[in-house]
């Protein structure tokens, strides 16, 4: 959904206003899934490697930002 922080809000009025028990009773009655994406491997593996650079030089790095 394009409205998905405005629809958050919405479920959590509908619990508020006990038209539903909880959060998750809402979430079962009002969100379909419609498809998902699965990662690319090769872009994954990508982002791991800078991630990894970026989890070194952080720690040194921190103090100048």
């Known amino acids: 959904s394009e409205e998905g922080p405005a629809f ?3 479920m959590l009025a509908a619990v508020a206003c006990g038209e539903y028990k909880n ?3 809402a979430a079962e009655k009002l969100v379909k899934v419609t498809g998902t ?3 690319d491997p090769e872009l994954a593996a990508k982002y791991e490697e800078k991630y990894q650079k970026f989890r070194q ?4 790095m921190k103090d100048w930002f």
């Open 57 to 60: 030089l952080y720690p040194i």
């Open 37 to 39: 994406v699965e990662p």
């Open 23 to 25: 959060v998750e009773e």
């Open 8 to 10: 958050g809000g919405a």
